[in-house]
């Protein structure tokens, strides 16, 4: 793991040379990537710099945009910012930051199920490709979005053969595998995708050996809901410590957008962008209505990696992750599967008290697989 933990340690140092700060997985970095520019996440998981952001923030924000605000300040070092304007915060920071910085918005349709949405969301993509040209001056041609698409869907094909190996005894913990999730947004690819190929390796001879599941064997747990961002780590940590199995998340931080690759009908530019439009789509958040999408993909999950708990995490004054905490229970009672909902900020004051109600429903899962 030590070239993941070398990455996390210098996540919060920018690109040097072109680059764009982008602040949701719905942007398909393929696009950044053809241009010539390095695309960085700019969410980030720091409690202090969440106080530096009220200066310019209500102090009720979601912790995720005042962390990130506070984080780079009123200019983010970055030749561009694409900000998708999913949420309320998200577009309020955009037109923060539309003063100084370079912002291109884009338009999330509510719902990705219609002909009218995926056509809108279309349009949001080429938009995007000329707002890049137009900043770099430089035309995004066909060889080089290929090169782009085949790069990133190779990452996307490691990390599906990672997750495979944790549908039995797990040979990696599931912090370490959200951290490898989210260093794919901070590595390059060929330092990222050689280091995965360690940790496959690894896992394979260890499960023909036999010592998978020792030290991991407590009720299998899935984390859903809110990003989880470093160094905000505590969530993972706590479901661990408590003697439960982090079999894998479903975060946009983690693995969820890591599932589908872009999968073009031929490699013209139009080709490519419908493949790189329709697979954002597929993001399964809840800024996007409806939840059954996802919903089937969780559905899939607990069948396949054979989960006996949801852990479902929500961002203090995010409604869309609070609403889609009252779905899930509602499906979930259905299914008969036990979900804990944990609505927490960045602070580790509440960490005890997570703790109780974390080591509770272990305890319970428990005792529901000894009956
Ligand atoms: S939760 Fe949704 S809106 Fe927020 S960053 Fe992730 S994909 Fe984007
Ligand atoms: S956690 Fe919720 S409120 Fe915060 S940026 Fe994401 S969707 Fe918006």
């Known amino acids: 793991m030590s070239p993941f933990y070398t990455a996390a340690k210098h996540m919060l140092r920018t690109p040097d040379g072109p680059s764009v700060g982008y602040m949701c997985e719905f942007v398909p970095v393929e696009l950044i990537v053809a241009v010539g520019a390095t695309p960085y996440r700019m969410c980030t998981g720091l409690q202090e710099t969440t106080f530096s952001a009220e200066e310019y923030l209500p102090q009720t924000f979601c912790p995720l945009i005042k962390s990130t605000m506070g984080a780079y300040g009123e200019k983010p070092p970055f030749d561009l910012v694409v900000i998708p304007a999913t949420c309320d915060g998200r577009k309020h920071l955009g037109e923060l930051y539309s003063d100084d910085v370079n912002v291109h918005m884009m338009d999330v349709p509510i719902t990705g199920e219609t002909v009218h949405a995926r056509m809108l969301w279309m349009k949001e993509v080429q938009r995007l490709r000329k707002a890049l040209q137009s900043t770099f001056d430089k035309k995004i041609t066909a060889k080089g979005l290929k090169r782009a698409i085949l790069e990133e869907n190779g ?186 909902s944990l609505e927490t900020d960045y602070s580790q004051e509440d960490v005890e008290q997570l703790r109780t109600r974390i080591e509770a429903f272990i305890e319970m899962l428990e005792g529901r697989s000894n009956r």
């Open 155 to 340: 990452r996307r094909e490691l990390m599906a053969q990672l997750l495979e190996q944790r549908k039995g005894d797990l040979t990696l913990s599931g912090s370490d595998l959200m951290l490898v999730a989210l260093m794919s947004r901070y590595m390059d690819v060929d330092r990222w995708s050689k280091a995965v190929n360690v940790l496959i390796a690894s896992g394979s001879k260890r499960k023909t050996r036999k010592e998978g599941r020792t030290d991991r064997s407590g009720p299998r747990i899935l984390l859903t809901g809110a990003p989880v961002i470093l160094p905000n780590w505590k969530i993972p940590l706590l479901i661990e410590e408590s003697g439960g199995a982090l079999v894998l998340d479903s975060l946009c931080s983690g693995t969820r957008t890591m599932w589908q690759t872009a999968e073009p009908s031929g490699w013209s530019i139009q080709e490519m962008m419908i493949a790189m439009a329709d697979r954002q789509m597929m993001s399964l958040c809840p800024c996007q209505i409806p939840f059954d999408a996802a919903w089937a993909r969780i559905r899939t999950v607990i069948e396949d990696f054979q989960i006996d708990g949801i852990i479902h995490h929500v961002l203090q004054s995010c409604h869309p992750f609070g609403v889609e905490a009252t779905l899930m229970r509602r499906r979930m009672e259905e299914l008969d599967v036990p979900l804990l």
